[in-house]
């Protein structure tokens, strides 16, 4: 799980999208406070923290040298501030990953219509994230607005490659993960690891054309804002909040389809995350933990029917089995079966991927013995993690 954090000149308009002619005047958060976004990510247990170090305004949230549209023109910290810099200090502060989205889509940049020209600039602000920040953990190349445009992605490839080569790339030009392609944070089942494209953006059904050289290991990441369809912090919109119910049913979704999560968080105009939003990730996060802190039984399996015996007479309802994907996903059908007083009973008959993490829900059962059976695999099953749970409250 990360956390997505939209902050910007939109953070002092009342625009998801602002069309880049918007006073660098504007941009001065009052109370800014870096160490607040990585302490909330941190106890939300989020292991990365992504910054839009650009959105589609083209505003630079850091001291570019490629532009005068960035905090350098603004009166926040005297023109002499730099949000890229104090996340990227407050991550490493807190010990969690630091990650950039750079959108490609400028509506701000007048060279952005000479497509050789951009791609030389973007280039450069690619370069300087990628050089003067310490170690990026995800580059976020966001398709919206870039539907059916052709930007010079070997060229920008090759600078992650050069200066952050254990970055993982998203979605464009020669990814490592993939979009879900949606942004209600819901995954489909199965959502298999490799894929050879995945879709471009909101706004359009077409599909990336990844470079040759892309492997098709590509794990998917769901992106969704806590605050439904908006991505950045506006006044009076508390009520966008989703509800407990709706993250966890989120968390099911994603995480327990193998997926990564990425909730965002949107910083206010003073700077920092509004508690009201924080609380309700911790909220979740804090369900979670406690759902999932304890197992009842623990165990590991290989091959392709596996029995372990539960301590004792063992009532669960819950199932979290992960592959050892370092050998690949190599599960394509799978049955549980629990041995009660009755006999073998079966708790998923139709089990598909595994993955990285597959959590199964079903109806209480009291058993002695669980039993996997694989019905369908590339290759011998390698379970590195199979973990039972009883959960009471199941909302
Ligand atoms: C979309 C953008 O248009 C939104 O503003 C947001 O940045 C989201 C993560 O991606 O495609």
């Not at 280039?123 to 919206?144: H, K």
């Not at 490799?194 to 059904?205: C, K, N, P, Q």
């Not at 390698?382 to 199941?394: G, I, K, N, P, Q």
């Amino acid at each position: 799980m990360g956390m997505f954090c939209h902050f910007g000149m939109n953070t002092f308009t009342a625009n998801e999208w602002g069309k880049g002619d918007d006073s660098p005047e504007i941009f001065n958060p009052t109370d800014f406070d870096a160490r607040q976004w990585a302490d909330i990510a941190k106890k939300a247990g989020c292991k990365y923290l992504m910054l839009t170090a650009k959105h589609h305004d083209g505003f630079c949230l850091w001291q570019t040298e490629t532009t005068d549209y960035s905090v350098k023109s603004s009166p926040w910290r005297g023109g002499k501030g730099d949000v890229v810099r104090e996340c990227a200090e407050a991550c490493r502060e807190y010990g969690i990953k630091f990650g950039v989205y750079l959108s490609p889509w400028d509506r701000h940049e007048p060279c952005y219509n000479d497509p050789a020209l951009y791609d030389e600039y973007y280039s450069r602000q690619l370069t300087e994230l990628l050089t003067g920040y310490g170690d990026i953990y995800e580059v976020w190349f966001d398709g919206a607005g870039s539907e059916g445009r052709k930007y010079d992605w070997h060229k920008w490839l090759s600078i992650v490659h050069r200066y952050q080569p254990n970055a993982m790339v998203f979605n464009m030009g020669i990814p490592t993960i993939r979009w879900v392609g949606n942004e209600v944070g819901l995954a489909p089942y199965p959502c298999w690891n490799t894929a050879e494209a995945a879709r471009v953006s909101m706004f359009t059904d077409d599909m990336t054309t990844w470079l040759p050289e892309t492997s098709n290991w590509v794990p998917v990441e769901c992106d969704v804002p806590i605050r439904n369809q908006k991505w950045f912090w506006h006044a009076g919109e508390e009520d966008c909040i989703r509800p407990l119910e709706e993250l966890i049913r989120i968390y099911y979704h994603s995480i327990g389809h193998g997926a990564n999560l990425l909730i965002n968080l949107a910083p206010d105009n003073t700077g920092k995350i509004p508690q009201c939003d924080a609380d309700r990730l911790l909220e979740m996060t804090e369900k979670m933990k406690r759902r999932f802190c304890c197992p009842l039984f623990e165990g590991t399996g290989q091959g392709t029917s596996v029995t372990w015996d539960l301590p004792g007479e063992t009532r669960f309802n819950h199932l979290i089995l992960m592959e050892d994907i370092s050998q690949g996903e190599r599960v394509k059908g799978y049955q549980l079966k629990a041995l009660t007083h009755d006999g073998w009973k079966t708790i998923i008959g139709d089990g598909i991927a595994i993955g990285h993490k597959k959590i199964d829900r079903f109806d209480t059962v009291t058993a002695t013995k669980l039993l996997f059976e694989c019905t369908a695999c590339d290759a011998e099953p390698l379970l590195r993690s199979v973990r039972a749970y009883y959960v009471e409250d199941r909302s």
